[in-house]
């Protein structure tokens, strides 16, 4: 490591920056965002500020004469950009006055380079190459700022508050380091991280007795997970930090391996899956074990395909969680019907064309049944149906019965995101004959013109392609 990290205290003194053009304008929004005080002299002569709002502007000492021969007494360190020659001779003249000089992608003339930068705050991250690649440095911030919440340096805020009051009633280090583990990874933590932070205060002010509360492992804690359709790629950032932060989790028989690898190695790994036709563990046990996990000051998550909340059962875990007094959250998922409908580019709105959507469940034939197919026979709407593949004959001759058009186009979508994914199309006349060509789910149907508009309905009808080419031809 050839540069040490360190963080300067802008607010002792002004920042003098040396140089013209986007270079500079580039180190003035930078030097601006950490509430810095600028003292620019623009080699051009040309101190252009009209792309800053009026109170950056006015940090903005907007300096006359020679830097090489100006009053640097006060000063915390030079950026040179834009500056030619006049940088080197400015680089010079700090080395003689000791004061930390930066001139941009020299390294050579630098004693100090500027890192990418992560800010969130109260926690700022830098990342560094020791100036041989500024492009990597930008790579690895984007993946650290990827990975950090968006409010952590809110958490940090909160502790700092905190600090001093905890320190007086917890006066041993080791103790008061476990106290603010038990805080930071336990409800308190995600309810700041959550934005809720007079609940996280209410929550740190009950605390009686520190000293307990540090030695007893801390509250546990449920998050419920959407896993999305299948493809790993497709897990939100905030899930990832969840997977990677859980002690246990428990998961779907739909959850992917793929997905699975990104839990946190040393987590159990327990599988609660329910899939048509086969014995499951059941629901109330489910609700059994989240209780028992988080009462145990686990930090669990409960891992659901899709989205916990579009026919995943998740307000009924969250309803007996709340019934035990246990704290909770949740991160929504992409659902299937909108993964299979993005992978196949199905528009499940289109303007003038398909103005609503419905989501309905369809496990078996009397799901189907008990449907009220005269509600979904307007032609404007289009219909996605999860887990109808068993009950598509009953599917069709609800819709059919109703009114439904039998040459409305639909698909089947199996394994939608996944490398092994399907599509079959064709008119709902023959739905039942599509979901067989799929031969195994998870499957989503999706009902409507819209379906005419996909990559496997241009792929299995290039005839219609050419029409529509020729007619906007005409």
């Known amino acids: 490591m050839r540069f040490l990290p360190v963080f300067l205290d802008l607010?002792?003194?002004?920042?003098?920056?040396?140089?013209?053009?986007?270079?500079?304008?580039?180190?003035?929004?930078?030097?601006?965002?950490?509430?810095?005080?600028?003292?620019?002299?623009?080699?051009?002569?040309n101190h252009d500020v009209s792309r800053l709002d009026a109170a950056s502007a006015g940090r903005i000492e907007r300096a006359a004469g020679d830097p090489l021969t100006a009053d640097l007494s006060n000063v915390i360190a030079i950026l040179c950009a834009g500056a030619g020659d006049t940088g080197h001779a400015m680089a010079a003249r700090a080395r003689v006055l000791g004061i930390p000089v930066n001139v941009m992608d020299e390294t050579a003339h630098s004693t100090f380079i500027v890192p990418a930068i992560v800010d969130r705050g109260d926690v700022v991250v830098a990342v560094g190459t020791g100036g041989t690649s500024p492009v990597v440095a930008r790579r690895v911030r984007e993946r650290i700022e990827a990975l950090l919440p968006a409010r952590i340096g809110d958490l940090a805020s909160f502790a700092g508050r905190w600090r001093d009051s905890i320190k007086a009633r917890l006066p041993d280090l080791a103790m008061?380091?476990?106290?603010?583990?038990?805080?930071?990874?336990?409800?308190?933590?995600?309810?700041?991280?959550?934005?809720?932070?007079?609940?996280?205060?209410?929550?740190l002010i009950s605390i009686?007795?520190?000293?307990?509360?540090?030695?007893?492992?801390?509250?546990?804690?449920?998050?419920?997970?959407?896993?999305?359709?299948?493809?790993?790629?497709?897990?939100?950032?905030?899930?990832?930090?969840?997977?990677?932060?859980?002690?246990?989790?428990?998961?779907?028989?739909?959850?992917?391996?793929?997905i699975l690898d990104r839990v946190r190695r040393d987590a159990a790994r327990v599988p609660v899956g329910r899939r048509v036709g086969k014995p499951g563990i059941g629901q109330d046990k489910i609700h059994r074990l989240l209780i028992e996990a988080a009462q145990s000051g686990k930090r669990a998550v409960r891992l659901k395909g899709g989205d916990p909340f579009i026919f995943g059962r998740g307000g009924e875990e969250i309803a007996a969680l709340r019934a035990a007094g246990v704290a909770y959250s949740v991160i929504p998922g992409i659902t299937a019907g909108?993964?299979?409908?993005?992978?196949?580019?199905?528009p499940l709105t289109y303007r003038q064309e398909a103005l609503r959507i419905t989501f309905l469940t369809a496990h078996k034939a009397e799901d189907a049944g008990n449907v009220d197919w005269s509600a979904l026979t307007d032609k404007k709407m289009t219909v996605v149906v999860y887990m109808g593949m068993t009950a598509a004959p009953t599917i069709r001759e609800g819709l059919l019965t109703a009114g439904r058009s039998p040459d409305t186009p639909?698909?089947?979508?199996?394994?939608?995101?996944?490398?092994d994914a399907k599509a079959v199309v064709g008119k709902l006349r023959d739905l039942p004959a599509l979901a067989e060509q799929v031969e195994r789910g998870p499957a989503i149907l999706i009902i409507g013109d819209v379906v005419a508009r996909s990559a496997p309905w241009r792929n299995a009808n290039p005839d219609d392609l050419i029409s529509d080419l020729l007619m906007a031809a005409e």
């Open 208 to 258: 009686h007795d520190p000293v307990a509360f540090a030695a007893s492992g801390g509250e546990g804690f449920v998050t419920l997970v959407g896993a999305g359709p299948g493809d790993p790629d497709l897990l939100t950032v905030k899930a990832l930090r969840a997977l990677q932060d859980a002690d246990v989790v428990f998961y779907d028989d739909l959850v992917s391996p793929e």
């Open 176 to 203: 008061r380091r476990l106290f603010w583990e038990r805080v930071i990874d336990g409800p308190i933590g995600a309810d700041v991280l959550a934005g809720r932070v007079q609940d996280a205060e209410r929550k």
């Open 410 to 419: 639909v698909g089947v979508f199996a394994r939608a995101t996944r490398p």
């Open 338 to 346: 909108l993964g299979a409908a993005a992978q196949s580019e199905v």
């Open 11 to 45: 607010q002792t003194g002004p920042i003098v920056l040396v140089g013209e053009g986007e270079p500079a304008q580039a180190k003035l929004r930078l030097l601006l965002a950490a509430d810095a005080r600028v003292r620019w002299f623009a080699t051009d002569g």
